[in-house]
Antibody, heavy 123, light 107 residues
Framework: QVQLVESGGGVVQPGRSLRLSCAASGFSFSSYGMHWVRQAPGKGLEWVAVIWYDGSNTYYTDSVKGRFTISRDNSKNTLYLQMNSLRLEDTALYYC????????????????WGQGTLVTVSS | DIQMTQSPSTLSASVGDRVTITCRASQSISNWLAWYQQKPGRAPNLLIYKASTLDSGVPSRFSGSASGTEFTLTISSLQPDDFATYYCQQYNYYPITFGQGTRLEIK
């Protein structure tokens, strides 16, 4: 079955770095765009970043531009999120999700989602 | 950025009730809207895409509709498993944006 499993979360001090991973299985990973979405404790969903199926294009939400980098290794069926210069407000549960129905001109809906990995930025 | 205004933020209802959740986009998004259900401690789960297309396996008591920039999610007869938080998501433009969520609680 289609499965996404995130890892790499943890407690980190402000200004430090962390790399999240998302291992995909059960589908042709190299055929789909992939997203990161986060959810701060007790809050709603916030889209973070997307990467095209072949890694040729990426988009980010403004608050993480220049600090976060989304990437993928299609040979390993794995998505990454490199997070640098972390801030207190980056504390959240980070989900990876597969893009469905997206085109070069617009994104798609998200399905499925992984179970999430928790990032806590704290001094 | 497209703003998605979801209402109500909290909805109290009973098993068997018919409920409607509304999401309004700040500009036209055609029908590029999805609805998700999220239960405590779980990841969001897709219910509906393209405003009204039910995802595979989603019970038929769920339905979605659109009128201009206003979108609705309707649950025709609430079941105990439906008490959760619901989010809308527009996917016509980047950045993708979500509504703030509607918490559906037992009356």
């Amino acid at each position: 079955q289609v499965q996404l499993v995130e890892s790499g979360g943890g407690v980190v001090q402000p200004g430090r770095s962390l790399r999240l991973s998302c291992a995909a299985s059960g589908f042709s990973f190299s055929s789909y765009g992939m997203h990161w979405v986060r959810q701060a404790p007790g809050k709603g969903l916030e889209w973070v970043a997307v990467i095209w199926y072949d890694g040729s294009n990426t988009y980010y939400t403004d608050s993480v531009k220049g600090r976060f980098t989304i990437s993928r290794d299609n040979s390993k069926n794995t998505l990454y999120l490199q997070m640098n210069s972390l801030r207190l407000e980056d504390t959240a549960l980070y989900y990876c999700a597969r893009d469905k129905g997206g085109l070069s001109t617009r994104p798609g809906w998200l399905d499925p989602w992984g179970q999430g990995t928790l990032v806590t930025v704290s001094s | 950025d497209i703003q998605m205004t979801q209402s109500p933020s909290t909805l109290s209802a009973s098993v068997g009730d018919r409920v409607t959740i509304t999401c309004r986009a700040s500009q036209s998004i055609s029908n590029w809207l999805a609805w998700y259900q999220q239960k405590p401690g779980r990841a969001p789960n897709l219910l509906i895409y393209k405003a009204s297309t039910l995802d595979s396996g989603v019970p038929s008591r769920f339905s979605g509709s659109a009128s201009g920039t206003e979108f609705t999610l309707t649950i025709s007869s609430l079941q105990p498993d439906d008490f959760a938080t619901y989010y809308c998501q527009q996917y016509n433009y980047y950045p993708i944006t979500f509504g703030q969520g509607t918490r559906l609680e037992i009356k």
